[in-house]
């Protein structure tokens, strides 16, 4: 099913319901301030198996998740000062960090290297589901693995529709999907270019 909701404004009696289908073990899609996301609680492991499923992707490759402000990354992830302030000056925004995990995080979210991918989109509807969810929201783009991210809501619900429970509709989307750096050990590497300018790295 497609849930229509005000990109700018949404609607709380509307975000209540795509966090209850949540809560219930459901799949969702969804926007962000890059493109549409797949998710579901973190702590939903038949949930985020059921991603693996629909994505055609491998374990080894963990998912990124969704956190509501830079006090929750904390509590998933070891946050250095340095890490704090980079994180602080750049999110909200469209770049994925990747830091050292803590042991909250579910093992199917951490890889080898025991760390973890953070987002904190700036993106209203989805800022307003993970607060109200109250932890964070696995994010992976919205399509089978080795296809073109869709920012289109109507057609996430024609290619997936039949195997996640909602469409979250906030427009059609056009991005591309967020920049990926990690901040391990406080040393800068970018390990995707994607959304969100990177010049500032060269003048740290």
């Not at 795509?18 to 073990?25: L, S, Y």
């Not at 760390?115 to 919205?142: C, D, F, K, Y």
């Not at 050990?185 to 390990?191: A, G, S, W």
Request: charged residues 20%; hydrophobic residues 40%.
């Amino acid at each position: 099913m497609i849930l229509t909701i005000n990109p700018e404004t949404p609607q709380k009696r509307l975000i209540s319901r795509v966090v209850e289908c949540i809560k219930q073990g459901g799949i969702v899609a969804y926007p962000t301030d890059t493109i549409y996301g797949l998710g579901c609680d973190i702590f939903n492991r038949k949930g985020i198996k059921r991603i693996y499923q629909i994505k055609e992707r491998v374990h080894r490759k963990p998912f990124s998740f969704i956190c509501a402000d830079l006090s929750d990354v904390a509590n998933y992830a070891q946050v250095s000062n340095f890490a704090f302030k980079i994180m602080k000056r750049y999110l909200p925004g469209p770049y994925t960090f990747v830091l050292e995990a803590t042991r909250v995080v579910p093992d199917l979210l951490v890889t080898k290297q025991k760390t973890v991918g953070i987002r904190i989109p700036s993106n209203p509807i989805s800022l307003a589901i993970v607060r109200e969810l109250g932890h964070p929201l696995v994010t992976t783009s919205a399509n089978l693995s080795g296809e073109e991210p869709c920012c289109d809501p109507s057609l996430i619900e024609e290619e997936l529709g039949k195997q996640i429970n909602m469409v979250v509709d906030g427009g059609i989307i056009k991005g591309e999907a967020s920049t990926v750096i990690s901040l391990i050990d406080d040393n800068i590497e970018v390990l995707r270019q994607g959304a969100g300018d990177i010049s500032w790295i060269h003048q740290l």
